[in-house]
């Protein structure tokens, strides 16, 4: 099982609000999180962590880049020179792999 959330479902950094605590107060959300593989929330950054049999991921963003988790005074558009400015937006691309019974994940930036 994959699960897609907007926010990811764990927690990142919660001064800015990246995670969240779904998972410790609904016991229905626990049963699916424990039923699933992977997780991806989405951040506007990139950040993989396993956690038991359970894999999360969160993706770039396609407009408005972020800064990396505590290292700005708070989330919002991080200000980049117009030239790097694709460099650092991007897309995910989920693939089943039937095979090995497992997910390819793509990373590209749109430049």
């Given at each position: 099982m994959v699960v897609f959330a907007h926010?990811?479902?764990w927690s990142i950094y919660e001064p800015w609000g990246w995670g969240?605590?779904?998972l410790s107060r609904s016991s229905r959300s626990r049963g699916v999180a424990a039923r699933a593989r992977?997780?991806?929330g989405h951040i506007h950054r990139i950040v993989h962590k396993v956690e038991g049999h359970i894999t999360f991921?969160?993706?770039r963003s396609t407009a408005c880049?972020?800064?990396v988790a505590g290292t700005a005074p708070g989330p919002g558009p991080l200000k980049v020179p117009a030239d790097e400015l694709a460099t650092m937006l991007g897309v995910i691309a989920v693939a089943?792999?039937?095979q090995r019974?497992?997910?390819a994940l793509t990373d590209a930036a749109l430049a």
């Amino acid at each position: 099982m994959v699960v897609f959330a907007h926010m990811p479902l764990w927690s990142i950094y919660e001064p800015w609000g990246w995670g969240t605590a779904m998972l410790s107060r609904s016991s229905r959300s626990r049963g699916v999180a424990a039923r699933a593989r992977s997780s991806y929330g989405h951040i506007h950054r990139i950040v993989h962590k396993v956690e038991g049999h359970i894999t999360f991921h969160t993706a770039r963003s396609t407009a408005c880049p972020q800064a990396v988790a505590g290292t700005a005074p708070g989330p919002g558009p991080l200000k980049v020179p117009a030239d790097e400015l694709a460099t650092m937006l991007g897309v995910i691309a989920v693939a089943v792999v039937p095979q090995r019974r497992a997910l390819a994940l793509t990373d590209a930036a749109l430049a």
